[in-house]
């Protein structure tokens, strides 16, 4: 059978029966870099149009749809244009700082992606710390954000990263405790290890009531996390016009605008592979009719639809819910999410302690 | 990076009240702002995300209307109020017909009283449908503006049917109202009142019912009664600050003291105060069309005038309800055919005067929410 597994296992065999192993690991670096590259890319594309055409769902109104059929070019059109664009630099900004923010946000989405598995056997890097990785290698964005905000020269710049920052660290706590919750169950770090646990169901459902709490946890504190409404205090458009881009222009703000899509992603793909499975099918006890059914779905499309799924949770919140206020949003998290979250991880280290979940 | 000279330490900390040891940041929001709506200058010192005092600063949209009505014709000058608050330009007209016709002692016929009042609260809910989508708007919330905007635009349907315009009517003259209605105008009315008495509950379970959004507004720039009242806030803001100021009940003009509705008083003086307000009047407005618009009057639209008016020579003053408050006409003529002396009150220019007062040791957040619920249009209060 044709699967994404089979393919990148014939294709290492190759390199490694055609070159010596050490240009057939850099072969495969390279390859792998092409293919992030080209996954930013299509997914920058992809997701700014599913965006635009949600927001115009429930705008009523068509949103794109002149360039292309059904506007699906329109994204790439847009790209053209910033790419045209003068990237200008304000006076009186820290040139070096300015200049290199806008990589630094998405150097830290890009470094992301390699322990996520996209499907069965394609995963870049499959760590042994994979889940500790991931949290430690997502706070590298806020540097970017406050570099931004600072290097501008621009005082709402500066309100919004310093916005962004108190927003970033303090909301990383609670979606950290919510993806410990998911380590306490299944005992590892490990990507593919947490995938595999998730065989006979996904700890969405197995974990009881904790782990559903767990899951709106996560999905409120990862909202927050990439600046996403109602969190969207670092960019708050109507009160800081944009925020920390606020200055910036052409394929600089193009940048930042894809980093926020990447980040959605790499947050949905990883709260999927966490509380959804990731790529394993949906089974229901012991329908066996149902779950041969299901396993027939090639994995991808499965990690694939519960990350598109999330990511459109996501963007209906910012299209239905006003903006929360500075002190409001961190009074959220301390007052309540944080103990919510540290009391549910208790109840979850019980359930794992005591073998209670499914 | 920040330089020297941007952060000043400024005497204005102590006088504001907080201790003066932190450094205040000047920032100027406007007159390019996307929560300003129009070309609104506010200098605000900020101590973190503080606010310790704003400065609005006028004159980037001033047209001098008051000095050009001087060299135009009565009827003429009318035109140039719509101009002024262009989301109820026909309740500035009215204003200006109606000082005209106290000085000119004219009557008017009873249908077009009638016409008057209805396109008045017509515009009323355009206006106050336009306020709730950019109100949401400047909290973060962006689809609501798309929803009051699918209402407004049947507004605007009946306003271009009967006058011929959709946003500067120019259709309320001395002596009436400019042309007949359209034969379509009541029908048309009846569909949209009834479309739009289930939307205001789509209203509420969109906005008003969130738990964000009453966080937002409840506690958030309190006006009190008597600080309503010597700032000389009036509409929904002096209203909302329990004060009783609908010109309508208080003196009737046209066939108001007729027909039947409240004026809507909150006490609590905030943000949400302010919000519930304006749209409980949506619904009373409906309630006026709904009583008025079977029972218009046949007769003239249009009392019978001579081609070039001449006031007597004198002072006149009128005033009316519009949908942000108190708007007054005041004519000094000296028997001419052009006013010698016109002055307008506003009501946005004495609301903003009370953004100082109630936005202090509020967040910079809570500016946006303060100045959604003001209702500001700025031509109408930089003239």
Partial sequence: MLSLETITNSIQQWLYSTFNPTMALILECVIVMLLVIGLFAVLGLVLVLMERKVAARMQIRLGPNRVGPKGILQTAADTLKLMMKEGLTPNGADKFLFNLAPFMVMIAAMLILAPIAFAKGFQIWDINIGVLYVSAVSSMSVIGILMAGWASNNKYSLLGAMRSGAQIVSYELSAGLSIISIVVLTGSLQISAIIHSQQSGWWLFRGHIPAMIAFVIFIIAVTAETNRAPFDLAEAESELTAGFHTEYSGMKFALFFLAEYINIFIVCAIGATLFLGGWMPLHIGNWEGFNHIMDKIPSSLWFLGKTFLLIFLIMWFRWTFPRLRVDQLLSLEWKYLLPISMFNLLLITLIAIMGWHF | ?383
């Fill in chain 2, 1 to 383: 990076m920040y330089r020297e000279t941007q952060i000043i330490e400024t005497d204005n900390i102590a006088a504001a009240g907080a201790d003066a040891a932190g450094a205040a940041l000047v920032i100027n929001v406007g007159p390019q702002h996307p929560a300003t709506h129009g070309v609104l200058h506010l200098v605000i010192t900020l101590e973190g995300e503080t606010i310790k005092k704003i400065e609005p600063h006028l004159g980037y949209i001033h047209r001098s209307i008051e000095k050009m009505c001087e060299s135009l014709s009565y009827r003429q000058f009318i035109y140039v109020t719509s101009r002024m608050d262009y989301l109820s330009a026909h309740i500035n007209n009215h204003a200006c017909a109606l000082c005209i016709e106290k000085g000119l002692q004219l009557e008017i016929p009873g249908r077009a009283q009638v016409i008057r009042v209805l396109m008045d609260e017509l515009t009323r809910i355009a206006s106050h449908e336009l306020w709730w989508g950019a109100m949401a708007m400047d909290l973060g919330a962006f689809t609501p503006f798309f929803y009051a905007f699918r209402e407004r635009e049947s507004i605007n349907d009946i306003m271009e049917e009967t006058c011929g315009a959709r946003l500067t009517m120019n259709y309320m003259v001395p002596g009436g109202v400019m042309y007949d209605l359209h034969p379509n105008f009541q029908k048309r009315v009846k569909s949209f009142i009834q479309l739009f008495n289930s939307k205001i509950d789509e209203y509420d379970d969109l906005v008003t019912g969130n738990i964000i959004f009453q966080n937002r507004t409840k506690g958030v720039g309190v006006l009190s009664r008597e600080d309503a009242i010597s700032f000389g806030c009036t509409g929904p803001v002096g209203r909302a600050s329990g004060v009783t100021c609908d010109i309508r009940k208080l003196y009737p003009y046209e066939v108001y003291d007729k027909v039947d509705f409240d004026e809507i008083i909150e006490t609590a003086g905030d943000s949400y105060a302010r919000y519930q307000v304006r749209l409980k009047e949506l619904r009373q407005s409906v309630r006026i069309i709904e009583q008025l618009i079977d029972n218009i009057p046949e007769g003239d639209f249009q009392a019978k005038t001579k081609a070039v008016l001449k006031l007597p020579k004198g002072e006149f003053y009128s005033r009316v309800e519009t949908a942000r408050g108190e708007m007054g006409v005041y004519i000094v003529s000296e028997g001419g055919t052009t006013p010698y002396r016109i002055k307008f009150r506003s009501p946005g220019f004495s609301n903003l005067s009370a953004l100082d007062h109630m936005s202090r040791g509020s967040k910079i957040g809570d500016l946006m929410a303060i100045m959604g619920t003001l209702d500001l249009v700025i031509p109408d209060i930089d003239r």
